[in-house]
């Protein structure tokens, strides 16, 4: 890996803690599960103890809340 590319992965990861840390908590759960855990939504239902369903809007809903903090940093 190059040093441009390494201090960009740096940069990259920083920047995405700055924006979990502005997510609801429970949509900061389903998504950091899901993507960094490598989690299905069945076994995140059955972690967090909600129905399978549930997961998969509150994950939509997080998906939502993302985009509008990512274009909000964009304007």
Request: charged share 30%; glycine share 0%; no cysteine.
């Amino acid at each position: 890996m190059l040093p441009d590319e390494a201090l960009q992965k740096l940069q990259d990861s920083e920047f995405l803690k700055k924006i979990l840390k502005k997510l609801s908590t429970h949509h900061k759960i389903i998504l950091l599960l899901h993507y960094q855990e490598d989690m299905t939504f069945e076994e995140i239902s059955k972690i967090l103890n909600k129905p399978l369903n549930t997961v998969k809007s509150q994950h939509h809903r997080a998906i939502i809340e993302l985009r509008k903090l990512l274009n909000n940093i964009q304007k």
